[in-house]
């Protein structure tokens, strides 16, 4: 069967790249840049259910590497959810096959 090989090479790759978006996910900060107080610039994120505030200084060269950082974030969050919605339709597209 030409197409059952052709949707597991795909479930594979599939596989593969979400292992890599998860990967890259965890080297990227997480939640928010606010500014507070004549210009200083904190991370907010969330842990254990708890907000945390990390000061990142007035310097917005920092500032904006760290807003760089959380788009690329998002655009991975989105590409790893899209990956997995298809992941879900190649598994449903296998049991057909069977």
Do not use: F
């Not at 978006?21 to 994120?45: A, D």
């Amino acid at each position: 069967m030409l197409i059952g090989s052709v949707v597991k090479n795909e479930a594979l790759r599939n596989q593969k790249m979400i292992c890599e978006y998860e990967s890259l996910l965890t080297k990227l900060p997480k939640g928010s840049v606010t500014c507070r107080k004549s210009g200083y610039y904190y991370l907010r994120y969330r842990e254990n259910g708890k907000i945390y505030d990390k000061y990142i200084g007035k310097d917005t060269g920092e500032v904006n590497k760290i807003r760089e950082k959380l788009i690329l974030r998002k655009h991975y969050t989105e590409m790893l959810l899209a990956l997995q919605k298809e992941q879900k339709a190649i598994h449903k597209i296998l049991e057909g096959l069977k």
